[in-house]
């Protein structure tokens, strides 16, 4: 495995607890970073972060509420003193239906999770970066952000919008000395597997040229090189990593 530089850099990793942010946090810490691991189910957050060690801290966060991201925020300055960088991972799958049949409620949870709330965190750390001079903030997206997957209308709608979030924040900060980038990975065997039909699960198979799901420490790699100080002349990026099937 390759070395990152992140000693002394303090980086909050949401949905940290499992799957994909957990790869990431397990990345950051072992390159040197403190992690704030932000996730909503305390018992699974507290099991995870005793795994990660001393340097990882269990914050409960439920990043469609913006008191509880607010609190969380304010604690981090208030007993570290800054935020170097974000990492917007929460998310959720939602239910496979057709469009016209989605239910209201669902597609609304999802584009609250996914969308909102990737929003709401760079609201709120964004402004601590730019007065620090630095920052890198990298925001989960999905390929299904950029091609739409049948039957997945509010999870595919929800990770365009976190690109257009990207390409909007990232043109916002380009001189502030905050860098935002995003990645759209292909499906990774994690927990969100379980909130999905297996046709809609053999349908992304399929899609994939290298004929497997991406492993999330494939997808870590990738995102903590975005959150290092080494990317420094990439923002607004979109960067695949979808085994050939975007490539764009």
């Not at 072992?30 to 909503?40: E, I, K, L, N, T």
């Not at 584009?111 to 760079?122: H, Q």
């Amino acid at each position: 495995m390759n070395q990152l530089d992140f000693n002394g850099r303090d980086a909050i990793v949401t949905g940290g607890a499992q799957g994909i942010g957990l790869a990431i946090a397990q990345r950051l810490i072992q390159s040197g970073a403190r992690v704030h691991v932000w996730d909503r189910d305390p018992a699974l957050l507290h099991q995870s972060v005793h795994a990660l060690g001393s340097n990882a801290t269990a914050v409960v966060v439920d990043v469609t509420d913006v008191h509880s991201i607010a609190m969380a925020v304010q604690n981090q300055l208030e007993h570290v003193g800054k935020v170097d960088v974000l990492i917007n991972n929460a998310g959720i799958a939602g239910v496979n239906s057709p469009t016209v049949d989605y239910p209201i409620d669902a597609w609304e949870q999802v584009l609250r999770v996914n969308l909102t709330g990737p929003f709401l965190c760079c609201r709120a750390v964004a402004p601590h970066m730019v007065k620090a001079g630095y920052g890198r903030i990298v925001n989960i997206a999905s390929v299904a952000g950029k091609e739409g997957n049948p039957n997945a209308v509010a999870y595919s709608a929800s990770k365009a919008g976190v690109i257009a979030l990207t390409k909007s924040l990232g043109k916002e900060l380009a001189q502030s000395g905050v860098c935002v980038n995003c990645v759209t990975p292909a499906a990774a065997k994690t927990a969100i597997f379980d909130q999905m039909s297996t046709q809609h699960i053999e349908y992304m198979l399929s899609k994939i040229p290298m004929n497997r799901f991406v492993k999330v420490e494939e997808i870590a790699a990738m995102v903590c090189w975005l959150a290092s100080a080494e990317c420094s002349f990439s923002t607004g990026g979109v960067f695949d990593i979808s085994g050939g099937r975007a490539t764009y």
